[in-house]
């Protein structure tokens, strides 16, 4: 069936980084758009920014410009999102999320990673 | 780019209908038909129930419908029913170079 299962929990020091993967499965990688979307503890969802599968495209959210990477792997179907210089406030669940069509909504959802970041 | 605007709560009782609002700007939700609806049970991710405005994905129950006007979407759910208790987050496209997406900022529906 067609999911995303992402890398498992993290904690982590004011200041460090965290790579967190999702991988996809059950359908063709390169035909959708992955975004990632986190959630601090209590809070509402927040877009974080998104990757063309098919070329690599990025576009982030102004608020994260220059701490976050998001890349893809073809070649295992795996999305990655990197975020550097991590503050307490960015203590949450990541999520990635599949486009389910040109700029549409988000068909697919991760399990979700938690990220701890407490010194 | 800011949040969508949600109310922080609505509550219905079982059989009823409530309705959930989302207000962005003409650069969001009025300029695109792009407005998708999620439903987030704690601990859980969220699940697509609305998209393009209207429409239902396979397997979502036809009492959740969408809708709307100017800058404003809206959710309404009828016949409401305790597994409705949850959180709902709207989400317009708001892109225009680049992709980009904006959230509103969660509405909890109790089921009383």
């Known amino acids: 069936q067609v999911q995303l299962v992402q890398s498992g929990a993290e904690v982590k020091k004011p200041g460090a980084s965290v790579k967190v993967s999702c991988k996809a499965s059950g359908y063709t990688f390169t035909s959708y758009g992955i975004s990632w979307v986190r959630q601090a503890p209590g809070q509402g969802l927040e877009w974080m920014g998104w990757?063309?599968?098919?070329?690599?495209?990025?576009n982030y959210a102004q608020k994260l410009q220059g701490r976050v990477t998001m890349t893809t792997d073809t070649s295992t179907s795996t999305a990655y999102m990197e975020l550097r210089s991590l503050r307490s406030d960015d203590t949450a669940v990541y999520y990635c999320a599949r486009e389910q069509g040109v700029f549409d909504a988000f068909d697919i959802w991760g399990q979700g990673t938690m990220v701890t970041v407490s010194s | 780019q800011s949040a969508l605007t949600q109310p922080a709560s609505v509550s219905g009782s079982p059989g009823q209908s409530i309705t959930i609002s989302c207000t962005g700007t003409?650069?969001?939700?009025?300029?695109?038909?792009?407005v998708s609806w999620y439903q987030q049970h704690p601990g859980k991710a969220p699940k697509l129930m609305i998209y393009?405005?209207?429409k239902r994905p396979s397997g979502v129950s036809n009492r959740f419908s969408g809708s709307k006007s100017g800058n404003t979407a809206s959710l309404t759910i009828s016949g409401l029913q305790a597994e409705d208790e949850a959180d709902y987050y709207c989400?317009?496209?708001?892109?225009?170079?680049?992709?980009?997406?904006?959230f509103g900022g969660g509405t909890k529906l109790t089921v009383l």
């Open positions: 393009e405005v209207s």
């Open positions: 989400c317009s496209y708001a892109g225009s170079s680049t992709p980009s997406w904006v």
């Open positions: 003409s650069s969001d939700v009025g300029s695109y038909n792009l």
């Open positions: 990757i063309s599968a098919y070329n690599g495209n990025t």
